[in-house]
């Protein structure tokens, strides 16, 4: 799908480790493919995590109470937020894909990684009510995420102790991309490879590229409870 743009938020403090040979074997992939791809590797690029006054240049809407939220909102609308914001904002606007690769902590993503859509996916960038959901301003872009785990696929089932993958995905794909208006692909999820063989391993990013080399075919899940619940 060649003038298909790709962006990759990558979180792992290894290269060597298994998501970034997921993530290399991404930029391999989509680059054959004639995409454009951009990799934003958040640990490389010591990004700050922390939802701070610092992403609002310049004097506050309210100089008495501090709101996040609502000062974001309106230094986006008035091009007042941080360079590195407004920098990561630039890769999502420009994307037909995002991918978010990383490894599963606490049944959730990174710490880095949830600052990064803390900071990035602020109100009138990423979603302005009634705009959301089905009608999100992201609704002609797709996401996917790719991560591994530290139990086996075993464990993630509905009567065992780590409960159903799809659970631990609602409130990301569900509570954040959906609700931006994403199409939501199916995730890619590694299985425990540090238990892994060394052939198990390779498999794994084996079987990443080849679906990526049909990425542009897929069908986004229908995002609903259903899905996650039933």
């Known amino acids: 799908m060649a003038g298909k743009r790709v962006l990759i938020i990558y979180a792992h403090q290894d290269p060597k480790s298994m998501n970034g040979s997921l993530k290399d074997a991404a930029v391999t992939e989509l680059s054959s493919q004639g995409c454009q791809v951009t990799v934003s590797d958040l640990y490389a690029m010591n990004f700050e995590p922390r939802a701070t006054r610092k992403d609002i240049v310049g004097a506050l809407s309210n100089s008495k109470s501090f709101n996040y939220a609502a000062e974001t909102y309106e230094a986006y609308k008035k091009g007042a937020l941080s360079s590195d914001v407004v920098e990561e904002q630039k890769k999502v ?116 590229a080849r679906r990526l080399a049909t990425i542009w075919d897929e069908k986004p899940i229908h995002c609903t409870p259903s899905w996650y619940f039933e």
Not at 100 to 105: A, G, N, T
Not at 110 to 115: H, R, S, T
Not at 156 to 179: A, S
Request: proline letters at 6%; hydrophobic letters at 45%.
């Open 93 to 208: 606007q420009e994307a037909d894909l995002v991918i978010f690769q990383f490894p599963l902590y606490w049944y959730s993503m990174p710490a880095i990684m949830k600052g990064w859509i803390d900071r990035v996916l602020c109100q009138g960038f990423a979603f302005e009510p009634p705009k959301y959901f089905e009608q999100g301003l992201f609704k002609n872009k797709l996401v996917i995420l790719s991560f591994t785990t530290g139990g086996t696929a075993e464990m993630y089932f509905k009567n065992e102790l780590g409960g159903d993958i799809r659970y631990i995905l609602w409130p990301i794909q569900h509570g954040v991309f959906h609700f931006c208006g994403f199409k939501i692909l199916a995730p890619q999820i590694s299985f425990a490879p540090e238990r892994a063989s060394e052939d198990k391993r390779k498999e794994m990013v084996t079987s990443w």
